[in-house]
C-alpha cells in the first residue's frame, strides 16, 4: 500500500480555482440567487469568510432547508447538471464535467437538520463575485460538531472560528442547535482550551460554568437508562458496538426518525 496523501497545511494564502471550476461556482450561485432560493453558502468558503483560513475546495456547499431541496436540484437540472439524491437524510449532488455541488440539508445521522433559521441568519457576502449568504459562525460551529470521523476530524475548523471571532459568539445559538448533544459543544470547547490555554477567556466564564456544572452532574448522576451513541459520531469506528457487543442502532433510528419528518 502506498503511503496516504499529505494533507494540505493551513494558510491564509488565496487559493485560485481552474477557472472552468470557478465559472461553474458562479454559475450556480447567481442561478439559485436570481430563483430566490433560500440558501447558504457553507464548507471551505464559509470557513475563509470567518477565519481567512483558504482552503482548496473540488465541491460547492450550499445549505437548504430540506423542503426546498428538490426545487434546488430542478433549478440546477435545467442549466444542464446531472442531480441525485445521495442520502435521503441530508445529501443531493449536481454534476457538470468534473465538477460538483453538494445540496445540504442537514447532518449525516439525522441529529442535526438545517431550518429557516439558518438561512435567516446567514451573512451577506460576495463569493466568487457573486453576492449571496454564508453561514453565520454559530450555524458553521453547529455543522461540525459532528463530523469527528477516523479519516476527518473539523474540530480544528471549530476552534480556528472561536480563535479568529475573539469568541464574539452567539454561545446560547450554537447550545440551541446542539440540543441533547451539548457535550460535542463542552468537547469542542476543551479542545479549544488545550490549543489556545492563553484565550480561554475567548469562551464567556458563563458558558464554561454552564457546561461544567451540567457535566458534573451527568458524572454524578448517570442515567443508568442512558443509550449508547457512539453510532452517532462513526457507524464504522463503533459497528462492534451494534453488531456484536448488542448495543442499540441509535444511528439507524435517527436518519429513520428525520426521514419520516420529511416525509421521505
Known amino acids: 500500500m502506498g503511503e496516504p496523501a499529505e494533507l494540505p497545511v493551513t494558510s491564509s494564502v488565496p487559493v485560485k480555482l481552474p477557472e472552468s ?3 461553474l461556482f458562479r454559475e450556480v450561485l447567481a442561478r439559485l440567487e436570481e430563483e430566490q432560493l433560500p440558501f447558504a453558502v457553507s464548507g471551505a468558503v464559509a470557513l475563509q469568510q470567518h477565519t481567512g483560513i483558504c482552503r482548496f475546495t473540488k465541491d460547492l456547499d450550499i445549505f437548504v432547508p430540506p423542503p426546498e431541496a428538490n426545487r434546488a436540484l430542478r433549478i440546477l437540472a435545467k442549466e444542464g447538471f446531472r442531480c441525485e439524491v445521495h442520502d435521503a437524510v441530508w445529501l443531493a449532488k449536481a454534476w457538470r464535467d468534473d465538477f460538483f455541488v453538494d445540496i445540504i ?4 445521522n439525522g441529529a442535526i ?3 429557516s433559521e439558518w438561512i435567516h441568519r446567514s451573512h451577506p457576502s460576495t463569493v466568487l463575485g457573486v453576492p449571496t449568504r454564508v453561514l453565520a459562525p454559530e450555524e ?3 455543522s461540525k460538531l459532528f463530523i469527528t470521523r477516523r479519516e476527518r476530524f473539523d474540530g480544528a475548523d471549530i476552534v480556528h472560528v472561536i480563535y479568529a471571532l475573539r469568541g464574539k ?3 446560547q445559538r450554537i447550545l440551541e442547535i446542539a440540543g441533547e448533544h451539548w457535550e460535542l459543544v463542552f468537547w469542542a470547547l476543551v479542545l479549544f482550551r488545550y490549543v489556545y490555554p492563553a484565550q480561554t477567556h ?3 466564564q458563563s458558558v464554561w460554568n454552564g457546561l461544567i456544572e451540567r457535566f458534573e452532574e451527568e458524572v454524578r448522576t448517570p442515567n443508568p437508562k442512558a443509550r ?4 452517532l459520531i462513526d457507524d464504522k469506528m463503533f459497528a462492534i458496538d451494534v453488531e456484536e457487543w448488542g448495543m442499540d442502532n441509535i444511528l439507524k433510528e435517527s436518519q429513520a426518525r428525520r426521514m419520516k419528518i420529511e416525509g421521505v
Open 113 to 115: 437538520t438545517v431550518d
Open 140 to 142: 458553521l460551529i453547529a
Open 228 to 231: 449508547f451513541r457512539g453510532s
Open 169 to 171: 459568539l452567539e454561545w
Open 105 to 108: 440539508t442537514g447532518m449525516s
Open 21 to 23: 471550476q470557478e465559472l
Open 202 to 204: 475567548f469562551v464567556p
